[in-house]
């Protein structure tokens, strides 16, 4: 049986179940996402304070069959968080409780709506680090990250959000509560329901907790950022700090001058670090304990590279704020690209070594089909993500594109998928890759996923309309 629409009278019932203030119209900043491209039409916005009101919100929700979409931070860039249809908008906002930080453990419990920066700062006052880093850290929160396996700038060292998570609570969509707020390392009992709902979309229910892993607070730090002739030369230079810095390497980001251009473009504020603007550059971070020695050895790595022609200009911070301001043009080019509009953008990785090979082919089969495109490409080489983003030539609006997208977003995903690479790295599918989720995705994964959903979800009701369509 189809969903129904959430109706007053739904809405009216459910509200007689829960605190006064838990349900209201939602306002217009809830119901559309950074890109502008979705925009929702849910009856109602529930602001739940406990994982209890959330249980009565799907328990109700499943026995009038309306659709829940979850909603955390709203900083997602794939429509996971917006729905055309009449449904159900679940925020986690009022969830924010840290609810302890166990410096023995190594080890922060944090609720779904907590900020990222918030948990980041707790962890420092407790002198740990919380690794996850990305430029919506501000506004991003827990829920939302683990429900979209979110990476960011230390994935190389750290991992991602999976990675990060060593337990979670959550709401189940009949409203049973998984109390799986877990602080081991080992837990071999069968399968694991944290994992599964982490990179769910809310689609097989809310998390509503996590037990998040804490590391100790590097106490030397090293960061460049550094010009190199091609990504052949950076995905070299990247091997040669690996084996000069080992695991304290945490950072490696590629960036093309077009990001630069941008930035001087639309956000001339930023500093920039090179008197020319080169071709390609890289910024790398590295940070460890006591005596580990960090600015010697980066210093040292890099004077070989610049010998071997893998580095020909660059510099290595001085303090804090250089390093700072480093940091802010790599975190500020998806800003610059948002103001200049993008005609489509990628989120894609492939293997490490076939990064050099992918750049080449996607710029030389694009402007076969579009010759007068600006291409955008950077991201974590480390881990071979790349946002891929493409852009009209200058005095052109993206809209004058808008019947191209398609055809130039199919090129870029078929070259990443002859290469063994994923069309989602770290974004994931939302509503705008549905499609290309069924067209690329293997069949007998789907064929699980679906599986999976009509057995945790059977009634349909978690986030209608995303992931699988």
Not at 96 to 110: C, H, P, W
Not at 219 to 232: C, L, R
Not at 351 to 380: D, K, M, V, W, Y
Not at 452 to 465: E, F, Q, R, S, Y
Request: charge should be negative.
């Amino acid at each position: 049986m189809p969903l129904q629409d959430a109706t007053p009278e739904h809405i009216q019932a459910l509200a007689a179940q829960l605190p006064g203030d838990t349900l209201g119209p939602p306002p217009a900043a809830y119901l559309t996402e950074p890109r502008g491209r979705y925009h929702g039409a849910s009856t109602a916005l529930a602001r739940p304070r406990t994982v209890e009101e959330v249980a009565r919100i799907l328990r109700f929700a499943n026995e009038h069959r309306l659709g829940v979409v979850p909603y955390a931070g709203g900083t997602g860039l794939v429509g996971g968080q917006v729905s055309a249809q009449a449904t159900l908008l679940l925020s986690v906002e009022r969830l924010n409780k840290i609810r302890s930080v166990d410096a023995q453990d190594n080890i922060l419990v944090a609720e779904a709506g907590v900020i990222l920066a918030d948990a980041q700062a707790r962890a420092a006052r407790a002198d740990r680090l919380f690794p996850l880093s990305l430029a919506s850290e501000g506004s991003a929160r827990i829920g939302g990250l683990l429900g979209t396996n979110a990476g960011g700038v230390q994935v190389l060292r750290y991992g991602n959000m999976r990675e990060l998570c060593l337990g979670i609570e959550a709401v189940l969509p009949d409203g049973r509560i998984h109390h799986g707020l877990r602080k081991l390392r080992k837990d071999n009992t069968g399968y694991d329901l944290r994992n599964l709902l982490i990179g769910s979309e809310g689609t097989l229910g809310v998390i509503t907790a996590a037990c998040l892993r804490l590391f100790p607070r590097p106490v030397e730090m090293g960061t460049a950022m550094v010009a190199t002739p091609s990504p052949t030369t950076a995905l070299a230079l990247l091997d040669a700090m690996r084996q000069r810095l080992g695991e304290t390497l945490s950072a490696f980001e590629l960036i093309h001058r077009q990001g630069l251009d941008f930035l001087m473009e639309t956000l001339p504020d930023t500093p920039q670090p090179f008197a020319e603007l080169p071709e390609w550059s890289v910024l790398i971070e590295a940070g460890g304990g006591t005596g580990a020695d960090i600015a010697t050895r980066l210093q040292a790595g890099l004077e070989t590279a610049l010998r071997d022609g893998l580095v020909t200009d660059g510099m290595v911070a001085q303090n804090a704020q250089q390093a700072a301001d480093f940091w802010a043009v790599r975190e500020r080019i998806p800003e610059a690209n948002r103001l200049i509009g993008a005609i489509a953008s990628h989120d894609i990785s492939v293997p490490i070594s076939q990064i050099p090979a992918f750049i080449a082919a996607a710029g030389s089969a694009l402007r076969e089909l579009t010759p007068e495109l600006r291409i955008n490409c950077f991201g974590h080489l480390g881990d071979g993500n790349l946002h891929y983003n493409l852009f009209a030539e200058p005095g052109q609006s993206r809209e004058a594109y808008a019947d191209q997208r398609d055809r130039l977003t199919a090129c870029v995903h078929d070259l990443v998928d002859r290469m063994g690479g994923s069309i989602s790295a770290e974004h994931g599918i939302g509503r705008y890759k549905t499609k290309d989720l069924q067209h690329y995705g293997d069949p007998a994964k789907l064929a699980a996923m679906r599986a999976i959903k009509t057995a945790l979800d059977p009634v349909g009701i978690m986030n209608p309309g995303a992931v699988l369509n």
